[in-house]
């Protein structure tokens, strides 16, 4: 029976999450006896250090532990946030001004949009790209204008096509470097020209970076471009980086007006996070470079299972990637990447988005996750060889 109370106007222009919809579907399978194994999502199962949740554990106990907190943080959060981009980016930020926590990189994509974006303003995002650039943009009464990323440019922003989309309504560029879904890095080249090209068009760069420490030395912030900080901010999280998805644990960075007025959005939205949250994370903030190292042999040991199907697939893909996923292009068995994802689910049982989630320009294409042990991906390719090789 339908409701008599309708839906606003600003929901029904977006569809519940992919991902939201998808899993349904898939615990359904299970629920009924299919043995599906999900390499769809980036959900890392590694353990986060032993220290970090050694802390979370020790901080329950704290005289105002389970009190509300400030909306920016507790004080020494900040620093050890301004602390680890420091070490690891050669960045200097204010930690009273200039950073913002956040409940998740993810939620940040709506305080940002409703906090700099009006109805009627226009948006550049990439295809492929996050689809949460999309909707959340039109939640804030945007409209969305793709730019095109291929492998033709190296997945790169491209100038020139930047210029022709802006109008004076274009308010907020998203870039999001190490990629998702493809796993390209950014280019400084590149960096460099669209925070000239933004300046000079008065438009908000935003830099989505969660990827950053995943199969990725050289890393990157937006920050590192000159200039950056007059018209930039930084998204980051410590979801894929220390493996505390469900803690949901993000950050916002940039200059110290930018930074203000998401706050005035986000304090009447939320509150401080957990204490104890608070002060595991800044023990994890401070975890020495062994730790990223030992995660990256764990994840390209399962990268080379996917890669070494993939070459028994013929499906095309790039090695010099980073993050935790593997963008490969179907073959032509598949009339594009939705086919493939349904055959591999109803006839594999094993679940792989199709690229056209991202946008248009991944019609071609299914996205591999690295956040499934060995054991599981060993299984779910020889399924996937198994299948193929009795495919008509």
């Known amino acids: 029976m339908n409701s008599i109370i309708p839906i606003s106007d600003r929901i029904s222009s977006i569809q519940e999450y992919y991902f939201s919809s998808k899993l349904k579907e898939v615990k359904n399978m299970i629920a ?32 105002d532990a389970h009190r509300y907190q400030p909306y920016k943080g507790i004080d020494r959060l900040r620093s050890a946030i301004s602390y680890y981009y420091e070490k690891h980016f050669n960045c200097k930020l ?35 790209g996050y689809p949460s650039y999309r909707s959340c943009s039109r939640l804030a009464g945007a ?17 020139a096509e930047l210029e022709h ?16 879904p493809t796993g390209a890095r950014s280019n400084d080249k590149i960096m460099d020209d669209v925070v000239r090209w933004a300046l000079n068009r008065k438009i908000l760069i935003v830099n989505d970076n ?28 410590l979801s894929k980086s220390h493996a505390i998805p469900g803690w949901r644990v993000g950050m916002v960075l940039g200059d110290a007006s930018l930074i203000n007025g998401i706050l ?29 190292e030992k995660n990256d042999e764990i994840y ?3 990268r080379r299972i996917i890669y070494r199907m993939l070459d028994d697939i013929g499906f095309q893909y790039e090695r010099d990637t980073a993050g935790l996923f593997v963008w490969s292009k179907i073959n032509e068995v598949f009339k594009n990447g939705v086919e493939a994802s349904d055959f591999f689910l109803h006839q594999c049982h094993v679940f792989v988005p199709p690229g056209i989630v991202f946008g248009k320009n991944g019609e071609q294409y299914v996205r591999w996750s690295l956040c499934s042990s060995r054991q599981l991906l060993e299984e779910a390719a020889e399924r996937i060889r198994v299948a193929l090789k009795n495919h008509p």
Not at 44 to 63: C, M, N, R, Y
Not at 98 to 121: A, R, T, V, Y
Request: charged letters at 20%.
């Open 300 to 302: 390209d040991q399962r």
């Open 143 to 159: 409209m969305v204008k793709p730019y095109t990323l291929t492998a033709k440019n190296n997945w790169q922003p491209e100038v």
């Open 210 to 237: 969660p990827y950053c420490f995943i199969l990725n030395t050289n890393r990157k912030s937006i920050f590192n471009t000159p200039r950056a900080k007059e018209c930039s901010i930084e998204l980051n999280s």
């Open 264 to 292: 005035r959005f986000k304090s009447n939205m939320d509150s401080g996070q957990f204490r104890s949250i608070q002060e595991a994370v800044i023990t994890a903030l401070h975890i020495g470079e062994g730790w990223f």
């Open 165 to 180: 989309l802006a109008d004076e309504n274009t308010k907020i560029l998203w870039l999001n470097y190490p990629h998702m």
């Open 94 to 128: 204010n930690p009273d001004s200039e950073i913002l926590p956040l409940h998740g990189s993810k939620e940040g994509i709506l305080h940002i949009s409703m906090s700099f974006l009006n109805p009627g303003d226009n948006v550049l995002v990439p295809d492929p």
């Open 32 to 63: 009924h006896g299919l043995p599906v194994i999900n390499i769809g999502i980036g959900s890392p199962d590694i353990s986060p250090p032993q220290v970090v949740i050694k802390t979370l554990q020790q901080s329950l106990t704290l005289p």
